[in-house]
């Protein structure tokens, strides 16, 4: 009997861990619009400034904007009307990808 009480805990929270797969496992997509990076690919190589975001979205149709910078973590939540701007250690563009 001592061994199941100890034991039991440990079930318990081993059985928090599982998870089930379901058919709706895909990510979610969010917001409306859309998003052309190849419109956007002329800017690679120029340096992350509030101008170049502007034309980032005017020419992708994006409605929002990320900055990723070297190593950081970033949600991988897809969003058809975000455009991603990935930087370089000296802050240039180094790609211009959707979602």
Partial sequence: MTKLLTALPLMMAVSGCATTATAEAEP?????????AAAAASLVGQPATAAL???????????????IQPGS????DY?????????????????????
């Fill in 28 to 36: 979610p997509v969010r917001g409306e619009g859309s998003c052309d």
């Fill in 79 to 99: 969003r058809t009307d975000r455009a991603n701007v990935e930087l370089d250690a000296a802050n240039r563009v180094t790609q211009i990808r959707c979602g």
């Fill in 53 to 67: 975001s502007a034309e980032v979205l005017r020419l992708t149709g994006a409605r929002s904007l990320r900055w």
């Fill in 73 to 76: 973590a970033v949600t991988m």
